[in-house]
């Protein structure tokens, strides 16, 4: 099992932070409107730069002028699993306080992908 975050960044544009373990970096989604928590929904979800592991924890203030400007808190954290992991398809089951269940990320084109619950836990 790897770790994830979802992180609450309190922005210029508010949105959350989806962000999966995997190959020694955070691979990072901002997703608008926080993950789905029932399925059916689909959000958007869009590629961001990887993070480094140190930063799962985070939480603060990033300051005015620098890249992510505003307040981050972790909203939920785990574990999660991988069930397939492509270019342009991830399917992973999540393990954590706030959020568990299988959930898919599909990109649409380009850096715009989208997030939907399969089946699962509840939130």
Partial sequence: ??????HRHSSRHPHYDLRLERNGVLKSWAV??????S???KRLAVEV???PLDYIGFE???PEGEYGAGTVEVWDSG????ESWEEDKVVFELK???????????RTGGKNWI????RGGPG
Avoid: C, N, W
């Fill in 49 to 51: 730069p990887d993070h």
């Fill in 1 to 6: 099992m790897k770790r994830f975050v979802l």
């Fill in 96 to 106: 954590g306080k706030r959020f568990s269940g299988l959930y898919a990320l599909i």
């Fill in 32 to 37: 608008p409107k926080g993950l789905p928590e």
């Fill in 79 to 82: 574990q999660y699993r991988i």
């Fill in 115 to 118: 997030t939907f619950k399969t």
């Fill in 60 to 62: 603060g203030t990033i």
């Fill in 39 to 41: 399925a059916g929904v």
